[in-house]
């Protein structure tokens, strides 16, 4: 185990055996994966054949990336963003036999709404999980502005919206992807209705998964590679430790955002508080199709495959704002990461 001091303001380990840190959860022996590359420094490392799902994975799309997948039946499904033609941004259904060669439907997913509540304007920048019964999906919808829409699927044919989670402005809403002391918790970034040159991840509360409140502040910028902003990625990947927290960080160069990924720790029973924290980013954009496109020097994660038998970790990221990447790292290779 690892042994933690939390002083109020501050987090730091006392004694580290990080290589103790276990995933919890189901196998999933048909993750995809690449062995770590001869020579390889960093902790992780990019599928050879990248990108998975190139731009004009439909008919209409102009652009594929920012999309969430998850184990489903003998495969993998999940919700991809499809910026189209007109250049409306929209969520589509991807299924695949490996978690590498994927078919993304033509047509765009058509929510069920309740009662009062009108369809979503636009989507982007889906996250899925399953929790308890169902395939529960997140992502930016347009109410008056970007805020959060939360819905659900069985099948990932017929989905089903919730409601609108917070006001508008929000974005990057991640479900933790079970009850936390009986209580459905989300993690959010408040923005506002643009190009949000500032951002923090906060941590609501839910008994029903439609009345979201008792706010919680979890974390800011603190490295030059996240100065001007943070939100979070994948769906929180539960180890006997914490929550790991896969996290994207965005820098202000002089010719604009540059996106990377960074990892955190957070505690298990009140994730929002941070345990521990990589000081380094993870992934920045150093390959053409993450620093060529229609936003260059993007690297945005999304969704988190993992085998706890053997640690392995699959993550699937957006490479800029164009493409649907393919990243490969294990849990001790985060966890040697995280002081």
């Known amino acids: 185990m690892i042994h933690y001091a939390l002083l109020p303001g ?3 380990r006392v004694s580290t055996t990080m290589s103790d840190m276990r995933l919890t959860g189901q196998p999933l022996p048909n993750i995809p994966w690449e062995a770590k590359p001869e020579g390889c420094v960093t902790p992780v490392w990019r599928h050879s054949n990248n990108p998975v799902v190139c731009r004009n994975a439909t008919r209409t799309s102009n652009s594929v990336f920012n999309s969430a997948a998850v184990p489903f039946g003998d495969g993998f499904a999940g919700v991809f963003r499809c910026d189209d033609q007109r250049r409306e941004m929209r969520l589509h259904t991807g299924r695949s036999r490996n978690g ?28 899925v999980c399953w929790m308890e019964d169902r395939y529960w999906v997140t992502w930016c919808s347009g109410f008056h502005g970007p805020c959060i829409g939360i819905g659900y699927t069985h099948d990932f044919s017929t989905y089903h919206m919730v409601e609108n989670a917070l006001l508008p402005f929000n974005r990057n809403g991640v479900l933790f992807p079970r009850r936390i002391r009986g209580i459905y918790m989300m993690l959010s970034r408040p923005s506002d209705n643009g190009h949000t040159p500032f951002g923090e991840i906060f941590l609501s509360q839910s008994d ?24 979070a990625g994948p769906v929180p990947i539960e180890t006997d430790e914490g929550w790991l927290l896969i996290y994207h960080g965005v820098l202000t160069s002089c010719s604009g955002f540059v996106y990377h990924w960074g990892v955190c720790l957070l505690d298990l029973e009140e994730p929002w508080k941070v345990l521990a924290r ?10 053409p199709y993450e620093q060529v496109g229609d936003v260059p020097n993007v690297v ?25 990447c393919l990243a490969f790292t294990t849990v001790d290779e985060l966890a040697r990461m995280l002081v």
Do not use: N
């Open 10 to 12: 501050t987090w730091g």
């Open 100 to 127: 590498i060669d994927w078919l993304i439907d033509e047509e765009p997913i058509a929510w069920s709404c309740p009662e009062g509540v009108a369809a979503p304007d636009y989507g982007y920048d889906p996250r």
């Open 208 to 231: 029903d998964v439609v009345h979201w409140g008792r706010h919680r502040w979890v974390m800011k910028a603190e490295q030059p590679w996240e100065s001007t902003k943070i939100g």
């Open 278 to 287: 990589c000081p380094k980013y993870l992934m920045s954009p150093q390959l």
């Open 300 to 324: 945005f994660p999304c969704a988190a495959l993992v085998d706890p038998p053997t640690g392995r970790m699959a993550v699937y990221y957006g490479g800029a704002d164009t493409v649907t």
